[in-house]
């Protein structure tokens, strides 16, 4: 199943179909939201990495923009902390997925909502030697 995604994926990307998106930045997983009697919000870690990460992300929508069903490759470089005896990044796949795609759908050039996703695979890791933390999203149309 895996090899037959993966030529599918290195198929479809091939005819250029696909787009793959670059956030320099650390990735962080989406907070749970905050409610209280005063309205709702998100922790700051969160709302300042949405608000980067649209910097590095198209402004406008495009005509290359995907409207139906898309499949995502999202690999996360995670900067490794000082002290942990973990050998992989500690977070929710689905909450770090949660704010890549919502600072995509926000900046409306790459899809119209996140609900047309309905394949995705998703690798964290941390960064290796003199490698900067980043965020890299391939979406393909399917």
């Not at 199943?1 to 787009?19: C, I, N, P, T």
């Amino acid at each position: 199943m895996q090899d037959a995604f993966v030529r599918a994926f290195k198929k479809r990307a091939a005819s250029g179909k696909a787009m793959s998106l670059v956030i320099p930045l650390n990735p962080v997983p989406a907070s749970r939201p905050r409610v209280t009697r005063w309205g709702t919000y998100y922790l700051k870690k969160y709302t300042t990495w949405m608000k980067q990460a649209a910097l590095f992300l198209p402004e406008e929508k495009t005509s290359t923009r995907l409207s139906g069903p898309v499949a995502v490759l999202t690999e996360l470089v995670v900067k490794k902390p000082r002290t942990t005896k973990r050998s992989y990044p500690q977070g929710d796949n689905d909450n770090y997925e949660k704010a890549v795609w919502d600072s995509i759908t926000r900046c409306k050039a790459v899809w119209d909502d996140d609900d047309q996703i309905l394949l995705n695979v998703t690798v964290k890791r941390y960064t290796e030697n003199n490698e900067e933390p980043h965020v890299r999203a391939t979406v393909i149309a399917l």
